[in-house]
């Protein structure tokens, strides 16, 4: 059965057009103004919402296998559509490690088994992410989204020449989580107002800079394509906007959260805990400036959940991480679009183009392509609640915040996987 979405505001980076997406047979078989539609096609309207392409994160962590009390890839998933995701790109921090086609295939056969949307895995970088011996990245190319030691990062930088060197014999992409532990002391929030007033150990931004500095230059004389994962601080911004101007082959993103708070936001609650810690504002304005002229190819919510009682043991005791697949958009609107400071267009680009773009994925809002949508109202108003998400994680530093716009379809392949009621 054909179905069309009629009199939407149809989104698709470049602006906003009203019109109607015909689809059929799982696929966007027309867009246009009043399209002529057989008997018997479902219609929803769509007057006065959005209409975008379904959203794309390429850095999640759904724990399955090996964690399935903090999210499995069901919980994840159905999280990601409640959000208007219908890609996302899920990281190694597994058990066991997806390092060989035997323990990647067991992830594999969990999402082909629970999935509701796309969920593309990672692979490691090194065996169990431990940065002694590069996997075989020939054997593992083609099986996954790209390469990461996501939470450890590369330390050696030979091993990490090695890896990209690898990479650009097979053209597959390396995702860094750029952290230098010999410059971590012990800190677990950012080395700023906020930790010296509270008696905190902090962690100095030089960190992710000091290891994006070395990376940029390795993926400059490699020809490697290099992705920086969930960039904080000033420092980075401008490191990747002068290697792109040189032409090196990298792409980023950043977070809502590091877009819209700082160390300022801080409570003595973990759940403003997450790795990297939120910054100064001086950082959180670069990064809006980033995004805005494309330095920030896109936004990824770093999806991290963890237990409540991993999360309660306040801002030194609790683990690194927070959730966020459900209040990105809503977040990102409420702080960044009614104020004025980032337009609809380039956010709606940071959450589907942009990261499908970086990681050669298909997708967006044209025919031909599959029928993934997201359809929002931008009137909404509501307040986050951690109690309504479908993610078992519920650590949120947007917990109570008012907001405006809600997801309220998301179709993949044409199909409702999330719909409001």
Same mark, same amino acid.
């Given at each position: 059965?054909?179905?069309?979405?009629?009199?939407? &505001?149809?989104?698709?980076?470049?602006?906003?057009?009203?019109?109607?997406?015909?689809?059929?047979?799982?696929?966007?078989?027309?867009?246009?103004?009043?399209?002529?539609?057989?008997?018997?096609?479902?219609?929803?309207?769509?007057?006065?919402?959005?209409?975008?392409?379904?959203?794309?994160?390429?850095?999640?962590?759904?724990?399955?296998?090996?964690?399935?009390?903090?999210?499995? &890839? %069901?919980?994840?998933?159905?999280?990601?559509?409640?959000?208007?995701?219908?890609?996302?790109?899920?990281?190694?921090?597994?058990?066991?490690?997806?390092?060989?086609?035997?323990?990647?295939?067991?992830?594999?056969?969990?999402?082909?088994?629970?999935?509701?949307?796309?969920?593309?895995?990672?692979?490691?970088?090194?065996?169990?992410? @431990?940065?002694?011996?590069?996997?075989?990245?020939?054997?593992?190319?083609?099986?996954?989204?790209?390469?990461?030691?996501?939470?450890?990062?590369?330390?050696?930088?030979?091993?990490?020449?090695?890896?990209?060197?690898?990479?650009?014999?097979?053209?597959?992409?390396?995702?860094?989580?750029?952290?230098?532990?010999?410059?971590?002391?012990?800190?677990?929030?950012?080395?700023?107002?906020?930790?010296?007033?509270?008696?905190? @150990?902090?962690?100095?931004?030089?960190?992710?800079?000091?290891?994006? %500095?070395?990376?940029? =230059?390795?993926?400059?004389?490699?020809?490697?394509?290099?992705?920086?994962?969930?960039?904080?601080?000033?420092?980075?911004?401008?490191? &990747?906007?002068?290697? #792109?101007?040189?032409?090196?082959?990298?792409?980023?993103?950043?977070?809502?959260?590091?877009?819209?708070?700082?160390?300022?936001?801080?409570?003595?609650?973990?759940?403003?805990?997450?790795?990297?810690?939120?910054?100064?504002?001086?950082? %959180?304005?670069?990064?809006?400036?980033?995004? #805005?002229?494309?330095? &920030?190819?896109?936004?990824?919510?770093?999806?991290?959940?963890?237990?409540?009682?991993? @999360?309660?043991?306040?801002?030194?005791?609790?683990?690194?991480?927070?959730?966020?697949?459900?209040?990105?958009?809503?977040?990102?609107?409420?702080?960044?679009?009614?104020?004025?400071?980032?337009?609809?267009?380039?956010?709606?680009?940071?959450?589907?183009?942009?990261?499908?773009?970086?990681?050669?994925?298909?997708?967006?809002?044209?025919?031909?392509?599959?029928?993934? =949508?997201?359809?929002?109202?931008?009137?909404?108003?509501?307040?986050?609640?951690?109690?309504?998400?479908?993610?078992?994680?519920?650590?949120?530093?947007?917990?109570? @915040?008012?907001?405006?716009?809600?997801?309220?379809?998301?179709?993949?392949?044409?199909?409702?996987?999330?719909?409001?009621?």
């Amino acid at each position: 059965m054909d179905r069309l979405l009629k009199g939407g &505001i149809l989104l698709d980076g470049s602006g906003q057009r009203r019109g109607d997406v015909l689809i059929r047979d799982g696929r966007i078989a027309a867009i246009g103004p009043d399209i002529i539609f057989a008997s018997g096609t479902e219609v929803t309207d769509c007057s006065g919402r959005f209409v975008s392409a379904g959203f794309t994160d390429i850095h999640v962590h759904f724990r399955e296998p090996g964690q399935s009390y903090k999210e499995t &890839i %069901r919980t994840g998933s159905l999280a990601a559509a409640h959000g208007g995701y219908t890609t996302v790109c899920a990281m190694p921090n597994l058990n066991p490690v997806p390092d060989s086609p035997d323990t990647l295939a067991l992830e594999q056969e969990i999402i082909d088994r629970d999935a509701c949307i796309r969920v593309l895995p990672y692979a490691a970088i090194t065996r169990g992410r @431990k940065g002694l011996e590069l996997v075989d990245f020939a054997a593992l190319k083609g099986r996954c989204a790209a390469f990461s030691d996501d939470g450890s990062g590369v330390q050696d930088e030979a091993m990490m020449r090695r890896a990209m060197e690898a990479a650009a014999r097979e053209d597959v992409i390396i995702a860094a989580h750029c952290e230098d532990n010999s410059l971590l002391r012990g800190g677990y929030i950012h080395d700023g107002r906020y930790a010296a007033a509270h008696g905190h @150990k902090g962690i100095c931004s030089e960190s992710e800079w000091g290891q994006i %500095r070395r990376d940029l =230059l390795l993926a400059e004389q490699t020809g490697c394509r290099y992705h920086v994962c969930h960039i904080s601080c000033a420092e980075s911004v401008e490191l &990747i906007r002068r290697a #792109k101007a040189r032409g090196v082959r990298v792409t980023c993103e950043t977070g809502p959260h590091y877009l819209t708070l700082c160390e300022d936001d801080l409570q003595e609650d973990g759940r403003f805990k997450m790795n990297p810690p939120l910054r100064r504002a001086e950082d %959180r304005e670069a990064l809006i400036e980033g995004l #805005k002229d494309g330095t &920030i190819d896109a936004i990824a919510t770093d999806h991290a959940p963890h237990s409540a009682e991993e @999360k309660s043991r306040g801002l030194a005791g609790s683990a690194m991480g927070i959730v966020g697949l459900e209040t990105a958009f809503a977040v990102l609107y409420t702080d960044l679009v009614l104020t004025g400071r980032v337009s609809l267009e380039r956010i709606i680009e940071a959450l589907t183009t942009g990261p499908c773009n970086a990681f050669r994925l298909s997708g967006g809002l044209r025919p031909g392509e599959a029928a993934d =949508l997201t359809v929002i109202d931008p009137d909404a108003a509501w307040t986050v609640d951690p109690a309504d998400f479908l993610s078992l994680g519920k650590a949120t530093p947007f917990a109570g @915040k008012a907001v405006r716009s809600r997801i309220v379809l998301t179709l993949k392949d044409g199909e409702p996987v999330w719909q409001a009621a």
